[in-house]
């Protein structure tokens, strides 16, 4: 008896990764990922962990964070980081001479009341 083996993944469907280009909103719990780090090294995970997650949600291993977002993480000092960040990211095409990958995540912050409950959104509108 001979089964039928499906290959699944990009290469197999027949897309193109630059139609993959998307943006969306998540709700980032940063205080579970900073969670037992000694308070000088605190904001320095948050943005290592934000990089972790758009590269794992993304599929992208270049990601670009905005100033806004670092400075959002960073406003309260080096031990205290937001316990849950809003933020956008987007994946988008690679223009550069000579670059690696063809595409490229975006994070950005986003300005809500309390990121608490939210889920994820596709945003269909992009500012670029």
Known sequence: MATKTKSSGAKGSGRSALQDVVAREYTIHLHKRVYGVQFKKRAPRAIKEIRKFA??????????????????????????????????????????????????????????????????????????
Do not use: C, F
């Not at 990211?89 to 690696?100: F, L, W, Y």
């Open 55 to 128: 590269t794992l949600h993304m599929g992208t291993n270049d990601v670009r964070l905005d100033p806004q977002l670092n400075k959002k993480v960073w406003e309260t000092g080096v031990k205290h980081t937001p316990p849950r960040l809003r933020v956008r990211i987007s994946r988008r095409r690679n223009d550069e001479e000579g670059a690696k990958e063809r595409l490229y995540s975006y994070v950005q912050a986003v300005n809500v009341k309390s990121p608490k409950g939210l889920q994820t959104v596709v945003v269909e509108g992009e500012d670029e």
